[in-house]
């Protein structure tokens, strides 16, 4: 399984980025995706994920402001942010869960990473 995300950057607190994670190796409906972020001097938390049944879990402090949202015939995943806050920033990854874990908060589940894309909110 192999994971590229793409679409971080610099935006102004109140706006809004859309991230993608493009995966290739196992389809959608097989695996649970999940966005992670990590901020400097922070351990990484969960920010959301998709079961591969497409029920999702989204972390308290991105509730009502990001959704996670799939592209089948790309097999990619979207993370669309609003609502920007400079709490917000920190690299964000996406991961592949291949075996169906519980626990899909901890990081320890996903077996698949993609590389990490910076994203900067300014106030």
């Known amino acids: 399984v192999q994971l590229q995300a793409c679409g971080g950057g610099l935006v102004q607190a109140g706006g809004s980025l859309r991230l993608s994670c493009a995966v290739s190796?196992?389809?959608?409906?097989?695996?649970?995706l999940a966005w992670f972020r990590q901020a400097p001097g922070k351990e990484r938390e969960l920010v959301v994920a998709?079961?591969?049944?497409?029920?999702?879990y989204y972390a308290d402090s991105v509730k009502g402001r990001f959704t996670i949202s799939k592209d089948s015939a790309k097999n990619t995943v979207h993370l669309q942010m609003n609502s920007l806050k400079p709490e917000d920033t920190a690299v964000y990854y996406c991961?592949?869960?291949?075996?169906?874990?519980?626990?899909?908060?901890?990081?320890?589940?996903?077996?698949?990473w993609g590389q990490g894309t910076l994203v900067t909110v300014s106030s």
């Open positions: 998709r079961r591969w049944s497409g029920s999702t």
């Open positions: 190796g196992r389809t959608l409906n097989s695996i649970t």
């Open positions: 991961a592949a869960d291949t075996r169906r874990s519980v626990a899909i908060a901890a990081a320890t589940s996903y077996d698949f």
